[in-house]
């Protein structure tokens, strides 16, 4: 069969509890290849460096051996991980090189690939409703007749913890997951164990780093009332809403480790507001003035107006009376924001 030839970057530090310092020499790697070019190509990206650092002549050679054997079982997990649930890599017994040989040689043997026959999620009983276990169930059964592979289980590690989340546990974990192969078959379980925690509801929110800002203006854009269920959803929309205002620049909101006696998260939201500039400001003062002053204008220019107008006629069009007195009101409102800001920064 060819081989992958690869090589590992070993460091060759092998300290003496006497103090002495022996270097030992390295052989090189060669791995067997697979039936599999994809599982080829994550082994030879999986190993360490191309190239093995040799030592002195006349080191102690038998010091590779524990250092070949960690990177044959890391191997194995690695097949493992893809699929190959009985995989294995060997290597030849040390004691037949003697030490003496430049080379080793592993062999993966991968066996079937099994594929998700079952799974299981406990840790789910007399805690969530049978909505949340009916949801959870449903899209774990989409994992169904997939390869039993490790991104697979860490996929359906977080749908769990999601869908719990939603569902007002804001501390689930996961205390233990596991493929485990049906006896007989190329099949596995996929099993997942939680830990819940506590349902929790939004309490009330404190918010900090408040300058220019009022606690009720911020509170108006809350999506929720105290006492809603907790949602991560909800959560998201607040913060996002927050970070709408145009004096907000960033935005944190922390939840506490659990809930009160209550059973209800009391959030703090640390707010950083965005300080507007004084070059800012006068700029907007400046655009503000030059409004005023054509609405004036405009104004000025109409009441002259007025005088030319036909014989029988004793205005002009509604619009032209309208829009300047709505273009004089916007500008004197955007002229005393400004000075407001600029009395009072921040």
């Known amino acids: ?47 360490n460096a191309p190239e093995l650092d040799r030592a002195a002549e006349g080191g102690d050679a038998k010091g590779w051996q524990p250092f ?13 991980g893809q699929g190959y649930l009985h995989a294995r890599v060997e290597m030849p017994d040390a004691a037949d090189d003697a030490g003496s ?12 690939i099994f594929r998700v026959g079952m799974v299981e999620v406990d840790g789910l009983q007399d805690v969530a409703t049978d909505t949340v276990r009916d949801d959870v169930s449903r899209q774990m059964m989409e994992a169904v007749g997939k390869p039993a592979r490790g991104d697979l289980l860490a996929t359906l590690e977080d749908e769990v913890l999601w869908r719990l989340r939603t569902a007002s546990y804001p501390f689930v974990r996961v205390t233990e997951r596991e493929l485990l192969p049906i006896p007989g078959r190329a099949l596995a379980t996929a099993r997942i164990v939680v830990e819940p925690g506590a349902s929790a509801r939004f309490g009330a929110v404190a918010y900090s ?7 009720d203006e911020l509170g108006r854009l809350q999506p929720f009332k ?8 909800v959560l998201e929309r607040f913060r996002e809403a927050l970070l709408g205002h145009p004096s907000v620049k960033a935005v944190r909101l922390r939840l506490p480790e659990a809930v009160d006696a209550d059973g209800q998260l009391q959030l703090r939201a640390e707010i950083e507001e965005d300080q507007l500039r004084a070059e800012d400001v006068a700029g907007n ?4 003035l030059v409004a005023a002053v054509s609405a004036i204008a405009a104004l000025a220019i109409r009441q002259v107006s007025v005088a030319s107008l036909r014989p029988g006629r004793s205005r002009w069009p509604l619009w032209f009376e309208v829009v300047p007195v709505l273009l ?4 004197f409102y955007v002229i005393a924001q400004r000075m407001l800001l600029l009395a009072f920064p921040g």
Do not use: C
């Open 101 to 112: 040989s430049d080379k080793v040689t592993l062999k993966p043997v991968t066996g079937p």
């Open 68 to 80: 070949v054997e960690a990177e044959r079982h890391r191997l194995e997990e690695l097949i493992r």
């Open 328 to 331: 004089l009101a916007a500008a």
């Open 209 to 215: 780093g408040l300058v220019g800002l009022r606690q």
């Open 1 to 47: 069969m060819p081989a992958i030839a690869a090589t590992l970057a070993w460091l060759a530090m092998l300290s003496l509890f006497a103090g002495a310092t022996v270097t030992a020499e390295f052989p090189s790697i060669e791995l067997e290849t697979t039936s599999s070019d994809t599982l080829d190509g994550v082994l030879r990206a999986a190993l």
């Open 226 to 233: 105290q006492g809603d269920p907790y949602n991560p959803d």
């Open 285 to 288: 003062y400046r655009t503000g």
